[in-house]
């Protein structure tokens, strides 16, 4: 198996001795489960991209570096991943649900573009305490929360 992984930003394959640029050392380590080299590949590959993807997109970034996984391995590999904590997961517009890797541990949100798909992370601490307070009152514990932010980014909004 080649590890070569494409660029989320250009479509280009970026190696480095057949392994990804800037994929960290702890990625692989990090699987969770059946640590097996496609799961760690579907890992690095969200390591290095900025983006949301869908499993699709992920799979054919994948398959276009030369990495050999079925579309089935690349589903079961962001459920676990998203199940263990090291991905963030949202739902596009059509209810399709995207991935990315999360850097730290910890809950974030995100502002998505609705039409170019950029995002970025917001301070939603006051979401975070409104939400462990309707807990609290309601005697719930353990409480989850989802919180979709979409908008029209700068660059799309200007043309």
């Keep these: 198996m080649n590890d070569a992984v494409s660029s989320c930003t250009d479509g280009r394959v970026v190696t480095s001795g057949g392994r990804p640029v800037g994929a960290t050392e702890a990625v692989p380590s990090a699987v969770p489960g059946r640590a097996t080299r496609q799961r760690a590949a579907v890992l690095r590959a969200l390591a290095d991209c900025p983006d949301f993807l869908s499993t699709q997109e992920l799979h054919a970034r994948l398959a276009a570096g030369g990495v050999s ?7 079961r590999s962001v459920q676990a991943l998203a199940r263990a904590g090291l991905l963030d997961v949202v739902r596009d517009e059509t209810g399709g649900r995207l991935y990315r890797h999360r850097p730290a541990a910890g809950h974030r949100h995100y502002l998505i573009c609705r039409d170019c798909g950029t995002s970025q992370s917001v301070d939603a601490e006051a979401v975070e305490e409104w939400a462990d307070g309707v807990g609290e009152r309601t005697g719930f514990t353990d409480v989850h929360h989802t919180l979709e932010l ?4 700068a660059a799309c909004s200007a043309g």
Aim: with cysteine.
């Design 69 to 75: 996984v079925g579309l089935t391995t690349v589903y």
């Design 150 to 153: 979409t908008g029209l980014c």
